[in-house]
Nanobody
């Protein structure tokens, strides 16, 4: 458990859409949260969206209304639907999994260094949005 693999990144023009996928080897029923983070060169990794096992979600203000996180437990896959993309969305996108119960959906937008709550990470997929 805990192996994650992202896919779906690419290059799009401003206003375009992409759908990222995060395939897990298995998502135990006891998982706490799964989340998407992103990181641009020279910038701190930031939380983008999170979902918990009850289906509750939370989003960074910068993506609220444009991005949608979802989870298909039967397929052990998490998704991030991204619409109305902007050049400032350009980053490496990572999925992350918390199995220890270290975090909550609310922590994504409140807690400094919330990424430390997640013990499993994928390798990332690049998203590039041109003007």
């Amino acid at each position: 458990e805990g192996q994650l693999a992202e896919s779906g990144g690419g290059s799009v023009q401003s206003g375009g859409s992409l759908r990222l996928s995060c395939a897990a080897s298995v998502i135990p029923a006891r998982f706490s949260c799964m989340a998407w983070f992103r990181q641009s060169p020279g910038k701190k990794r930031e939380g983008v969206a999170v979902i918990d096992r009850d289906g509750d979600t939370n989003y960074a203000n910068s993506v609220k209304g444009r991005f949608t996180i979802s989870l298909d437990s039967a397929k052990h896959t998490m998704y991030l639907e991204m619409t109305s993309l902007k050049p400032e969305d350009t980053a490496m996108y990572y999925c992350a999994l918390d199995l220890r119960g270290m975090t909550t959906v609310g922590a994504l937008t409140r807690k400094v260094d919330v990424e430390r709550d997640y013990e499993y990470w994928g390798q990332g997929t690049q998203v590039t949005v041109s003007p």
